[in-house]
Nanobody
Framework: QVQLVESGGGMVQPGGSLRLSCAAS????????LGWFRQVPGQERELVAT???????IYGESVKGRFTISRDNAKNAVALQMNSLKPEDTAVYYC?????????????WGQGTQVTVSS
């Protein structure tokens, strides 16, 4: 099992910045893709950014050029730097980790952290 602890959410004005962090613990061998998703009530969870163990990065279209994902393999952590935030970025942000174990891919989610962008 892998446990994920997120931090860094909060409220910020439009144009501001926030940094989210997620640390993995437990059986943390062979973590492959680390990333962030977000969800607004009544809507589907959507991709924000993911980063593979080969450093392949995928960003959601709405955050390209504003958000930056990074990972620290030594600390089994992933971060999301969010700049130029907009009200439409308001959502619960979830850390997601995939793990390759005995030929299967397991997916783990964090508990979510609220990000609110409002004046």
């Amino acid at each position: 099992q892998v446990q994920l602890v997120e931090s860094g959410g909060g409220m910020v004005q439009p144009g501001g910045s926030l940094r989210l962090s997620c640390a993995a613990s437990g059986s943390i061998f062979r973590l492959t893709t680390l990333g962030w998703f977000r969800q607004v009530p009544g809507q589907e969870r959507e991709l924000v950014a993911t980063m593979s163990d080969g450093n392949n990065i995928i960003y959601g279209e709405s955050v390209k050029g504003r958000f930056t994902i990074s990972r620290d393999n030594a600390k089994n952590a992933v971060a999301l730097q969010m700049n130029s935030l907009k009200p439409e970025d308001t959502a619960v942000y979830y850390c997601r980790v995939t793990q390759l174990r005995l030929g299967y891919t397991y997916v783990y989610w964090g508990q979510g952290t609220q990000v609110t962008v409002s004046s």
